[in-house]
């Protein structure tokens, strides 16, 4: 019912910018959160910054000062801003969305986008 499709990824030099950007759409009535996850090959996923409806957000201790997390409640969008990049940041990044499909739902319906590559060599 909903999409999520993710942007941004690619190859950058450490101590470089990247912004992520993730648009949903579908069957969407509202979305109340938004985050981004990140995986690296052999182990888990991770929450790097989540924002809700009103602007709340959270992020990671591990980018802390270096990432930020925004929406664009016209475009359905979360962004990434990415700065002071790392290696260890190196990992498939996906946008999560919870979705509230119609109105009135007795709760929201997580859906995760397909992920984009940021790859931070040394």
């Known amino acids: 019912q909903v999409h999520l499709e993710e942007s941004g990824g690619g190859l950058v030099q450490a101590g470089g910018s990247l912004r992520l950007s993730c648009t949903a759409s579908?069957?969407?009535?509202?979305?109340?959160?938004m985050a981004w996850y990140r995986q690296s090959p052999g182990k888990q996923r991770e929450l790097v910054a989540s924002?809700?409806?009103?602007?709340?957000?959270n992020i990671a201790d591990s980018v802390m000062g270096r990432f930020s997390i925004s929406r664009d409640y016209t475009k359905n969008a979360v962004y990434l801003e990415m700065s002071s990049l790392k290696p260890e940041d190196t990992a498939v990044y996906y946008c999560w969305a919870d979705v509230d499909v119609a109105p009135l739902t007795p709760a929201p319906s997580p859906y995760w986008g397909q992920g984009t590559r940021v790859t931070v060599s040394s």
């Open positions: 579908g069957n969407i009535f509202s979305i109340r959160n």
């Open positions: 924002i809700a409806t009103g602007g709340r957000h």
